[in-house]
């Protein structure tokens, strides 16, 4: 429980020192992230993360894709996210390995659906079911290393015996 807190403590310092007020871009993270961030109690960090807009979605064939809104530098939101989150996993590596780890996964998931929509004629799109399995998974696997601080025990349930 010590080297959970310490690796949480590790990953707000480096979002507290990643985001700018000023700078929108530097706000923007997956939405996965900031869900795990709110329940393992990120401090005052969270209130100032954002996730990324969607701008339009298409649907063909048995396929779902999503569009995301552009930054100000004209970076469509999500890939700005997803370069957010990555910049803050790779400057803890050491002293958070596993969200580093689950952030490589992550992003490989990620650059897929990309992939993904491009094969099926949607440019600067995403797969949506990529981008759910990526948003699940990295979920899950944070959600499970890192479980909330002030969560109460939970009672054992009583076993009746014949």
Known sequence: ??????????INNALRASINPNDSDSCIFPRALIQVMKSVNA????????????????????YSHSIFEKTEKG?????????????????????????YDEMKKF???????????????VSNGYDNNYLSLAERGLS?????????????????????KP
């Open 1 to 10: 429980m010590k080297n959970q807190q310490s690796e949480i403590q590790h």
């Open 43 to 62: 401090d005052s960090v969270i209130d100032a993360m954002k996730a990324p807009a969607l701008q339009k979605e298409y649907f063909s064939e048995g």
């Open 75 to 99: 970076k469509d939101q999500y890939a700005q996210a997803h370069l957010n989150a990555l910049q803050i996993a790779v400057a803890i590596r050491n002293e958070a390995p596993l969200f």
């Open 107 to 121: 992003s490989r998931i990620v650059h897929e659906a990309n992939k993904q929509a491009q094969a099926n004629g």
């Open 140 to 160: 899950n696997k944070l959600l499970q290393a890192y479980p909330s601080i002030d969560s109460d025990a939970k009672p054992k349930r009583k076993t009746l």
